[in-house]
């Protein structure tokens, strides 16, 4: 009954209080889904000429950039035209921040979103309220792919979780609104695991949403204590590669498919499975997606007008598709994502710490840090390799040590290397933790 009230009366009054239009957004996105890959692709046309348009006539970075590189917006007659226009690197966005926000808008009326996103590079993206509400109806629709309903309970194995953050008012609109119950993979044991378990098992959330490592355990965890009856109608796993060992523990142990979606906080949702779990649609009516023949992604952000990211070079490798999904929905496929991936770490009083969430806390609190990665060579030894920006100094130094102690406790040292580059693995991938002793933990557990 909750969960219809939630969807049919609290969830519309809520947007209509905010002056959010997310929920006309949702509608029309889940009506445009099915149209022909050819009207799509004609939408997407219309919205790249005009972001383009846009971001010369008021973005300083990109007039500079383009007349530079001797192109203009009229020149795109075709999707396939923006090729001849500059790649924006993550480099790019760290240097001209503020040359890359459009002046139509009070930056200090913006949105930042700040992350250390897949390669452990800190980044800062302003982004429009517009822009925040579309992009939430395209993540609402692919949230439903999954087998969850606009307004179901759901359940978040996440690090740096917003609970953290919230006052009073945050808690009472979690309560009777959003719903959402969380294990902080930044703190993670078996006793918190049994506890968000016994949680979940009587809270029952539709959807369970998370790290693929963390989902998979939790699905451990359970198997291991017997816990039986978790039964959501969807879980999504995100932020890391999603091995299939891992899904196939993950569905066994909650009954239930798993579905794989692929983001980051510059643009939000890129793309996700559907109910075929057969490649993962990329979110067309959001961004304009290129694969270079090495495999690498470039994104153009369809809708954020404040910060608009033309071409970005986000550090991924995706292997394409040309199929056409048997769900009917003509939104292009990419077969799968490479080159995400992090190990657990382990502290020495027995908890594990998400890799992902260990770095992104890190890279964003010591200043100066261009890109970063932490190796646990030992239960009480770490080397941090840190590319430096001009900002890096001995605040930093310190920053790191602070950090250290406060997460893995005094006893463990640390070595801070100053590197030009951080090398991506033989395979492309880029590990940004790597833990050489949490795996007789990991597979304790997973027994």
Not at 76 to 95: N, Q, S
Request: hydrophobic content about 40%.
């Amino acid at each position: 009954m909750l969960d219809f009230l939630n969807r049919n009366v609290m969830h519309p009054v809520m947007a209509w209080r905010a002056g959010s239009r997310h929920l006309e957004y949702y509608r029309e996105l889940r009506r445009t889904q099915f149209d022909p890959p050819e009207v799509i692709r004609a939408r997407q046309l219309v919205k790249v000429r005009a972001q383009l348009k846009h971001a010369y006539e008021t973005v300083p970075y990109y007039r500079s950039a383009w007349n530079w590189a001797g192109v203009h917006p009229d020149d795109v007659k075709a999707l396939e035209d923006l090729e001849a226009f500059p790649v924006l690197t993550k480099a790019d966005i760290r240097k001209h921040e503020r040359a890359l926000v459009s002046t139509d808008f009070d930056p200090a009326k913006l949105r930042v979103k700040t992350t250390s996103g897949s390669t452990g590079v800190p980044l800062r993206v302003s982004i429009d309220e517009e822009a925040v509400q579309f992009k939430t109806a395209c993540t609402l629709r692919s949230d439903e792919w999954s087998g969850w309903r606009l307004g179901q309970r759901v359940a978040k194995v996440w690090g740096n979780p917003e609970y953290r953050h919230f006052g009073l008012r945050g808690r009472l609109r979690n309560f009777f609104f959003d719903r959402a119950v969380y294990l902080d993979t930044l703190n993670l044991n078996d006793e918190r695991i049994a506890a968000f378990a016994a949680r979940i098992q009587r809270q029952r959330p539709g959807l369970i949403f998370g790290h693929a490592h963390s989902l998979y355990l939790l699905a451990c965890s359970l198997k291991k204590s017997r816990v039986t009856g978790v039964r959501p109608d969807g879980i999504i796993s995100t932020a890391m590669l999603l091995h299939d060992w891992q899904r196939a523990v993950i569905e066994r142990v909650f009954d239930c498919p798993v579905t794989n979606r692929y983001g980051c906080e510059e643009v939000s949702l890129i793309a996700s499975e559907c109910e075929e779990h057969r490649g993962l649609h990329l979110n067309a009516d959001g961004l304009y997606a290129e694969v270079a023949p090495s495999g690498k992604l470039i994104l153009t952000d369809l809708v954020n007008r404040a910060m608009p990211l033309v071409r970005y070079e986000i550090g991924d490798v995706v292997t394409p598709s040309h199929r056409c999904c048997k769900c009917g929905r003509g939104l292009p496929l990419i077969e799968r994502v490479e080159g995400r991936d992090a190990d657990y770490v382990l502290t020495p009083a027995g908890q594990l710490i998400s890799g992902i969430s260990l770095t992104e806390n890190f890279a964003l609190l010591v200043p100066g840090t261009a890109q970063m990665q932490i190796v646990q060579e030992s239960l009480y030894e770490l080397r941090i390799r840190l590319v430096p920006d001009d900002g890096f100094g001995p605040e930093g130094r310190d920053r790191i040590g602070a950090l250290v102690r406060e997460t893995f406790g005094p006893q463990v040292r640390y070595d801070v290397e100053l590197v030009d580059a951080i090398p991506q693995e033989p395979s492309g991938k880029y590990r940004f933790c790597i833990s050489k002793v949490a795996r007789e933990r990991l597979e304790a557990m997973s027994a």
